[in-house]
């Protein structure tokens, strides 16, 4: 493991330990949130790198995991219907949200299928609500799965959006230019902001796949160009596990 401004790298031998190591960093968190605040609230990412470790969640020995003191977040989603294959709340049910038995209520859904300003705006009131409800300024998740692109992206926050300059509100919009490296699966999106992401317990970036090595350095010596560079939790723990093959 090594630390640097941002946060402990571990660097696993391959995505199956990736999937062991983030299924048992996610049981371990919700157990203690569970035992101080009786509720865990997780905001899930999309992309591949995280199937695994969602699968992994549905085995033995997670399988006594009190889904029902468990609230679902999504860090971002593509426009498009919630059973489209690039769908990332598809990508949460299949892989983990089906199998097992949290509350349907518990599963904060971003609504792809309707205009993206108006479920830009439906997702801010939820988090709003959170924020009113546990008494804090922005709402502070327990724990916020993110990935990497090559490009240095994460959630849906890509190198030259006006996301990135986005700190009040809590959601916000992007459409992404064809030339952009998200394009391919969605040009329009709905994602988190900093102010979100920022105010975590923790964040855990679920990395794979040797395309992200340059984005990689680039965050490690502190590039700010790259958009996963500035998640940087004010009063929580920044954590990456990059599996290298
Ligand atoms: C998305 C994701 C995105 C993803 C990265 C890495 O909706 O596309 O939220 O930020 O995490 O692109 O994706 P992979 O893990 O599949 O490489």
Redesign the pocket.
């Known amino acids: 493991m090594t630390f640097s401004a941002s946060g402990q790298f571990h660097t696993l031998g391959g995505i199956d330990e990736l999937a062991e190591r983030g299924a048992a960093l996610i049981a371990d968190d919700l157990e203690a949130a569970v035992q101080e605040r009786g509720v865990f609230r997780l905001a899930l990412?999309?992309?591949?790198?995280?199937r695994p470790v969602y699968e992994r969640l549905t085995k033995k020995p997670y399988d006594s995991i009190p889904w029902d003191r468990v609230h679902v977040y999504f860090?971002?989603?593509?426009m498009v219907p919630c059973d489209d294959p690039e769908s990332?709340y598809r990508m949460a049910c299949e892989t983990l949200l089906d199998r097992v038995d949290i509350p349907p209520w518990n599963v904060h859904r971003m609504a792809g299928e309707i205009n993206v300003e108006a479920a830009a705006r439906l997702y801010e009131r939820d988090l709003r609500d959170l924020a009113t409800e546990t008494g804090d300024p922005v709402p502070r998740l327990d724990l916020i799965l993110?990935?990497?692109?090559?490009d240095g992206?994460?959630?849906?926050?890509f190198p030259g959006t006006p996301a990135l300059q986005e700190h009040t509100r809590l959601v916000c919009s992007v459409s992404l230019p064809e030339t952009s490296?998200?394009a391919k699966?969605?040009v329009s999106?709905l994602?988190l902001t900093y102010p979100v992401l920022n105010a975590a317990r923790r964040v855990v970036f679920?990395?794979?796949?040797s395309?992200?090595a340059a984005a990689l350095e680039r965050v490690r010596a502190g590039d700010e160009s790259a958009p996963a560079t500035r998640v940087r939790p004010h009063d929580g723990d920044l954590i990456w596990l990059v599996a290298e093959s």
Request: no cysteine; net charge negative; charged share 20%.
């Open positions: 990412s999309g992309g591949n790198t995280p860090g971002d989603e593509r990332n993110l990935g990497l692109g090559p992206h994460t959630a849906s926050l490296e998200g699966h969605a999106r994602t679920l990395v794979s796949g395309d992200k």
